[in-house]
Each structure stands twice: as structure tokens, then as C-alpha cells.
């Protein structure tokens, strides 16, 4: 039998990943485990095995709390969580690089699966570099890079950050419109890096061979035939998901005309490259937002 595809879904930020990462673990031939974001590499990168040992501890420790008056019902589900989740810190806790004991982690628990998969945006900001030696992590690794209507996107990561920094969690009008025009004065680095495309594409493009690559829109995933490439690519049986739930949509919030005009004109750069590269028609979405520029 031949070795499971690795799919590494690597972006971009609320462009429908934690959507993915529920649907794919969810299909027969898939196996992923409960950690959507591992953070792995980025954590290698930029020295942060600490803070991820901290982060998923917390975590775990979380879920052992619930566990302890969950119903019969959801008391599995959350034993395997946090079993994955100790099962994740042994590796984290070796302190260096060891790809041998990732890769292992990935596959733990997916014996007959074709796909295995590990689901972190933030792998995107990696250096050309670092791409080109996960595409050789084992004989068969396929990227996977979604992208949504810029103005869209980076109103839902400006309304997500809105709400992590308020003190209930809910999204402040007041609160999430300063973002945004920080984001739109280029003082708030992590949002504006997350919706690079141009930047993504570019070193994903270098550093990953092209049938091993699939770039997909949002609005395709949601509104098109998204799910029936991804599956093909992947070489799956077709499976649509469940198109009419959202994970981690946030808040509902318009955003203010005159703020839309500037995100729009701000964001040309990354429609203009995304036209020019992506080598067939945009979705509806964002051929309604370069009219406006």
C-alpha cells in the first residue's frame, strides 16, 4: 500500500482553513488530529517551542477540567483530545527539530488513510527555504492555500482581533474600526502579513513543485466547485462538506463605506497579482471590489 499523501494546508488566515481542517478530518480517507493549528515549524523558526509548550498544556489541562463533568456523550471526544494533545507535547518537548517524530504524530491513529494533514496558516510567513524542505518531508507532500476577497478577509481578522482584545470577547465597533485603520497605516504587522498573497504565492510558487500545489478561493470552497478540485488534487473520494456552517465566522459587523473604500484601494496590489498569476476568473466577490478601486 502507498504511503498517505501529506497535505500541508498552509493559509491563508480566516480564509475558511478551520473549516477545512473539520470536513477533511471528517472524510474516511483522511486523518487528522484534533489540533488544527500544530505550529511546528513557525515555532521552530522563530524560537517559540516554549510559548507552544505553554499554549497546548493550558489547553490540555482546559479539556482535562471539562472531562471531569462532561455528559458519557462527549466524555471520548474530549479523553482522544487530550490524549492527541500529550501525545503532541512529547514532541514538542524534545526541544529541536526532529521531523522523524512529527511525521509520526501525524500518522499515529490513521493506519489504511490515504491522506494525513497537518492545517497551520501561519506556515505561509515561512522562508522560501524553510517550504522547499517540508515539500521533501516525505516522497508525496501537497500544499494547500486558500484565499478569500482581501477587503473580506481582512475585515474578519480585523473583527477576530477585536474581540481577543476586548475584555469579554465581544467584537467593540469603536475598538475593531481603530484596527482597522492601523492595519490601513501598516501598524499592525501580523494582520497585514497574513493577507499577503502576493508574497505567499510568490514563495510557494519557488519553493514547491506546481502539481503539488493547489491555490483555491473561499468563495469557491463555499459557492463552486472549491471542495471537488481539493478532493481530486488530493485523490479522494468527492466530498462537498457542509457549505452552509462556518467555523469561526465572529461577529457580524458592517464595515464603514468610506473604511471599504480605503481596505479597497489599500488592497489593490493584492487583487492586481492574485489576477495576473491565478490563470483563470476571479470570483464575483472580488471582481466587485477591483470595479471599485
Not at 491513529?109 to 522562508?127: E, K
Not at 524553510?130 to 484565499?147: Q, S
Not at 464595515?255 to 487583487?271: C, D, I, N, S, V
Amino acid at each position: 500500500m502507498a504511503a498517505p499523501v501529506l497535505c500541508l494546508a498552509v493559509g491563508a488566515t480566516k480564509s475558511g482553513t478551520s473549516w477545512l481542517h473539520e470536513t477533511l478530518a471528517d472524510h474516511p480517507a483522511c486523518h487528522l488530529r484534533s489540533i488544527k493549528e500544530l505550529h511546528y515549524f513557525d515555532a521552530l523558526d522563530n524560537d517559540r517551542i516554549d510559548a507552544e509548550i505553554r499554549q497546548i498544556t493550558a489547553r490540555r489541562d482546559e479539556l482535562a477540567d471539562r472531562l471531569q463533568t462532561a455528559p458519557i456523550a462527549k466524555a471520548g471526544g474530549l479523553a482522544q483530545r487530550i490524549a492527541d494533545r500529550d501525545e503532541w507535547l512529547s514532541v514538542l518537548r524534545l526541544g529541536r527539530e526532529d521531523t522523524g517524530a512529527y511525521l509520526d504524530y501525524l500518522h499515529r491513529g490513521g493506519d489504511g488513510c490515504a491522506v494525513v494533514g497537518d492545517v497551520t496558516p501561519a506556515y505561509a510567513l515561512l522562508s522560501q527555504e524553510r517550504l522547499r524542505t517540508m515539500a521533501g518531508l516525505t516522497p508525496d507532500v501537497r500544499f494547500v492555500y486558500l484565499m478569500r476577497d482581501p477587503v473580506a478577509r481582512l475585515w474578519s481578522h480585523v473583527r477576530m482581533m477585536a474581540a481577543r482584545r476586548g475584555d469579554d470577547g465581544t467584537v467593540d465597533p469603536r475598538r475593531a474600526r481603530n484596527i482597522l485603520k492601523r492595519t490601513l497605516r501598516g501598524e499592525e504587522h501580523e494582520i497585514e502579513v497574513r493577507g499577503d498573497y502576493r508574497a505567499a504565492l510568490t514563495k510557494l510558487r519557488a519553493a514547491v513543485p506546481q502539481d503539488k500545489l493547489l491555490c483555491l478561493f473561499y468563495e469557491e470552497i463555499f459557492g463552486g466547485d472549491g471542495m471537488a478540485r481539493l478532493c481530486a488534487f488530493l485523490g479522494i473520494d468527492p466530498m462537498a462538506g457542509d457549505t452552509e456552517r462556518r467555523v469561526h465566522e465572529g461577529t457580524a459587523l458592517d464595515m464603514a463605506a468610506g473604511l471599504r473604500e480605503k481596505a479597497t484601494t489599500w488592497l489593490a496590489p493584492q487583487y492586481e497579482f492574485v489576477a495576473r498569476t491565478m490563470g483563470r476568473n476571479l470570483p464575483q466577490e472580488w471582481l466587485a471590489n477591483m470595479a471599485r478601486v
